[in-house]
C-alpha cells in the first residue's frame, strides 16, 4: 500500500470531492447521486461491471463529462456550472476550469499520443504549451520521467512505433509532466494485449509508492487489491460497496459485490 495512505485520515488534505453527482444522457441515467471522496496519497479504485457508471464518473471529474447535477470540488475549489439546453449543465468558467484540470492527469484506454509528434515531444508538449516552462527545463524532466517508465531509450521514436505497453506508459509519462495533484487512470490496460499488461501496472504501481493521490477505474482485481487503500464497487450507477480492499473483495456487505468479485477470482 503506498506510503502516502499511512496515518489518520483527518491530517490529509482532500484533494478530490465528488458530491451527489448524476448522469444522464437523454433519458439514461447512468449516474445516480454519486459521492466519493479522495485524500492526498489515496488510491481509490472504482470497479464494477461495464455500464456501471466508472469511467463516467472518472470523467466527470475533469468534466470531460459534465454532471447534470452535483458538485466537484478539486482542492477545495469547486468547479462552477451553469445551466444549459435539455436540463443539462455546462461549465461556467472556462479559465477555471483550465486552472483546475492542470491538477488533473489522465491517462485514456486509448493512449491518445499525438501521432506526428516523438515520445520526447509528446511529453514536453504540455508543459511548454499550457504551463510556458522554457523548453530545456521540460526537456530535462521529460527525460526523467521517461526514465521512471522504462522508456528514455525510446524518446526520439514516433508512436507507431512503439507497443501498446510502451505507448501507455508514455502516456503515463505525458499526463505526469504537468505535475498533477491527482492522476486519473481510466481502465489503463484494457486496450493491451495480455502479456503488455504487466510492465503497464508496474509502473502505475511505482507511481502509487510513492505516495501520488490517483483514482483509477480497473478490471484488474488483483491490482486493485494490492495498490488501492480505498475500493468502491459502482452497480448500475451507484456504490453499492466501499471500504479497504480487505473488505470489499474479502468480506463485502453487498451481495451483488460478492458475487462480482468471486467471478473474477477464477
Given at each position: 500500500?503506498?506510503?502516502?495512505t499511512?496515518?489518520?485520515?483527518?491530517?490529509?488534505?482532500?484533494?478530490?470531492?465528488?458530491?451527489?453527482?448524476?448522469k444522464?444522457?437523454?433519458?439514461?441515467?447512468?449516474?445516480?447521486?454519486?459521492?466519493?471522496?479522495?485524500?492526498?496519497?489515496?488510491?481509490?479504485?472504482?470497479?464494477?461491471?461495464?455500464?456501471?457508471?466508472?469511467?463516467?464518473?472518472?470523467?466527470?471529474?475533469?468534466?470531460?463529462?459534465v454532471?447534470?447535477?452535483?458538485?466537484?470540488?478539486?482542492?477545495?475549489?469547486?468547479?462552477?456550472?451553469?445551466?444549459?439546453?435539455?436540463?443539462?449543465?455546462?461549465?461556467?468558467?472556462?479559465?477555471?476550469?483550465?486552472?483546475?484540470?492542470?491538477?488533473?492527469?489522465?491517462?485514456?484506454?486509448?493512449?491518445?499520443?499525438?501521432?506526428?509528434?516523438?515520445?520526447?515531444?509528446?511529453?514536453?508538449?504540455?508543459?511548454?504549451h499550457?504551463?510556458?516552462?522554457?523548453?530545456?527545463?521540460?526537456?530535462?524532466?521529460?527525460?526523467a520521467?521517461?526514465?521512471?517508465v522504462?522508456?528514455?531509450?525510446?524518446?526520439?521514436?514516433?508512436?507507431?512505433?512503439?507497443?501498446?505497453?510502451?505507448?501507455?506508459?508514455?502516456?503515463?509519462?505525458?499526463?505526469?509532466?504537468?505535475?498533477?495533484?491527482?492522476?486519473?487512470f481510466?481502465?489503463?490496460?484494457?486496450?493491451?494485449?495480455?502479456?503488455?499488461?504487466?510492465?503497464?501496472?508496474?509502473?502505475?504501481?511505482?507511481?502509487?509508492?510513492?505516495g501520488?493521490?490517483?483514482?483509477?477505474?480497473?478490471?484488474?482485481?488483483?491490482?486493485?487489491?494490492?495498490?488501492?487503500?480505498?475500493v468502491?464497487?459502482?452497480?448500475?450507477?451507484?456504490?453499492?460497496?466501499?471500504?479497504?480492499?480487505?473488505?470489499?473483495?474479502?468480506?463485502?456487505?453487498?451481495?451483488?459485490?460478492?458475487?462480482?468479485?468471486?467471478?473474477?477470482?477464477?
Amino acid at each position: 500500500m503506498p506510503d502516502g495512505t499511512a496515518g489518520d485520515v483527518s491530517t490529509r488534505t482532500e484533494v478530490v470531492r465528488l458530491e451527489a453527482i448524476h448522469k444522464s444522457f437523454g433519458l439514461l441515467e447512468v449516474l445516480k447521486g454519486v459521492s466519493l471522496t479522495a485524500r492526498e496519497g489515496d488510491v481509490v479504485a472504482l470497479i464494477g461491471a461495464s455500464g456501471s457508471g466508472k469511467s463516467t464518473l472518472l470523467r466527470c471529474t475533469n468534466m470531460l463529462e459534465v454532471p447534470t447535477s452535483g458538485r466537484v470540488v478539486i482542492s477545495g475549489e469547486e468547479i462552477r456550472l451553469k445551466p444549459a439546453a435539455g436540463g443539462q449543465m455546462a461549465v461556467a468558467d472556462a479559465h477555471q476550469l483550465q486552472r483546475v484540470r492542470a491538477r488533473l492527469g489522465m491517462v485514456f484506454q486509448s493512449f491518445n499520443l499525438w501521432a506526428h509528434r516523438t515520445v520526447i515531444e509528446n511529453v514536453i508538449e504540455a508543459p511548454v504549451h499550457v504551463l510556458k516552462e522554457p523548453k530545456a527545463e521540460a526537456t530535462e524532466r521529460a527525460e526523467a520521467l521517461l526514465h521512471k517508465v522504462g522508456l528514455y531509450a525510446k524518446k526520439d521514436v514516433y508512436p507507431a512505433f512503439l507497443s501498446g505497453g510502451q505507448q501507455q506508459r508514455a502516456a503515463i509519462a505525458r499526463a505526469l509532466a504537468l505535475r498533477p495533484q491527482v492522476m486519473l487512470f481510466d481502465e489503463p490496460t484494457s486496450a493491451l494485449d495480455p502479456e503488455l499488461v504487466g510492465e503497464v501496472l508496474k509502473v502505475i504501481r511505482d507511481i502509487a509508492a510513492e505516495g501520488r493521490t490517483m483514482i483509477l477505474v480497473t478490471h484488474e482485481m488483483a491490482f486493485a487489491r494490492d495498490v488501492a487503500n480505498h475500493v468502491a464497487f459502482l452497480h448500475q450507477g451507484q456504490i453499492e460497496e466501499e471500504g479497504p480492499p480487505q473488505k470489499v473483495f474479502g468480506t463485502p456487505d453487498s451481495e451483488r459485490c460478492r458475487q462480482f468479485v468471486n467471478a473474477r477470482k477464477h
